[in-house]
């Protein structure tokens, strides 16, 4: 889904899948679960394909399905993504974004139906492995995450400020409906 810039047909470290092998020079533990996290991730996001489409979902949606114990469930997976993420040294801001992806999607996710539908879409764990194979790939390109990280702070703040303002005309309007 993300497939790092650094992934040439020729490359031996390439994948059948396209990705580059960034497990190389990995401790042999971490490499094992990344390899297990790529596995989870495709089964969670990309395993079934929607008969007579192209598009492919997994079981991460169907399981979410399940009042409660779904998004358990899919709270428990993203905290083991989160733990191999941290297992394999990418700095914090990669690691900020692969909790921001996967807060999302708990989030969204949460929403009976509506938010199985964005799990579909979604695809989170995905993503958090794309954005692990792309740190390992190319360590240089830590900037990128840091002015990630510092947009979503300005984005933060400005729907903190407009929920304020809101919160403000609320109490404004509810004070003068009482007197």
Do not use: C, E, H
């Not at 191999?84 to 999607?105: H, K, N, Q, S, Y």
């Not at 989170?124 to 790939?137: E, I, K, M, S």
């Amino acid at each position: 889904m993300f497939p790092p810039s650094a992934a040439t047909a020729g490359d031996p470290d390439t994948q059948s899948d396209g990705a580059v092998d960034t497990t190389a020079d990995l401790d042999p533990a971490v490499a094992a679960d990344l390899r297990r996290l790529r596995d989870l991730s495709r089964l969670l996001d990309d395993s079934i394909r929607v008969p007579g489409t192209s598009w492919r979902v997994g079981l991460d949606p169907v399981i979410g399905l399940l009042p409660v114990v779904g998004d358990a469930v899919g709270a428990a997976l993203a905290a083991y993504v989160l733990s191999v993420a941290v297992r394999t040294g990418v700095p914090r801001a990669t690691l900020a974004r692969v909790a921001f992806v996967l807060w999302i999607d708990a989030t969204v996710g949460a929403i009976p139906v509506g938010g199985d539908l964005f799990d579909a879409y979604w695809k989170a764990n995905q993503r958090a492995v794309g954005l692990l194979d792309a740190r390992l790939a190319d360590p240089a390109s830590a900037a990128a995450d840091r002015r990630y990280l510092w947009r979503v702070a300005l984005g933060a703040v400005v729907l903190g400020a407009a929920a304020l303002g809101i919160l403000a005309v609320l109490g404004w309007w509810a004070v003068g409906m009482v007197t």
